[in-house]
């Protein structure tokens, strides 16, 4: 297993988030930064960086521009999600700049219920433990 932090992106990790997009800016600062459960914007993953993560769920939440419709782009992501998901069991959640843009409201009410679910599911995981 990889280690989380890679310090080597420390640097570009601080740049983005000095420079959050309008829409991660739009989430963060209206929705995830004071939001019951901690998240974590432009959070080191391995080789990767993370719009946002909540490390007690084990979620990570990106947010795609348009250019992320395009195959590169989108066989990029596809590596990186199973990346995280392989390396560290982390579930990945993504949304467009559009439903950011014009759903929000749908867009915060599935990542609570999302967030919901896997506090619930890691609870009953812990509840069926062995008994020895």
């Not at 992106?9 to 740049?15: G, I, M, S, V, Y």
Request: with cysteine; aromatic share 12%; net charge positive.
């Amino acid at each position: 297993m990889e280690r989380k932090y890679n310090n080597k992106l420390l640097p570009q990790a601080r740049e983005l988030r000095r420079n959050l997009t309008p829409e991660e800016r739009h989430l963060w600062y209206d929705f995830l930064q004071h939001y019951p459960v901690k998240f974590h914007k432009q959070k080191i993953l391995g080789q990767y960086i993370a719009d946002f993560y909540c490390a007690k769920t084990k979620l990570v939440i990106e947010l795609d521009g348009n250019q992320h419709g395009i195959e590169d782009f989108a066989s990029y992501d596809r590596i990186r999600t199973d990346y995280l998901r392989k390396e560290f069991g982390i579930i990945v959640i993504r949304f467009r700049n559009d439903d950011i843009n014009v759903n929000f409201r749908d867009v915060c009410n599935y990542i609570d219920k999302a967030v919901k679910a896997l506090i619930s599911r890691n609870s009953d995981d812990s509840q069926q433990g062995s008994p020895y």
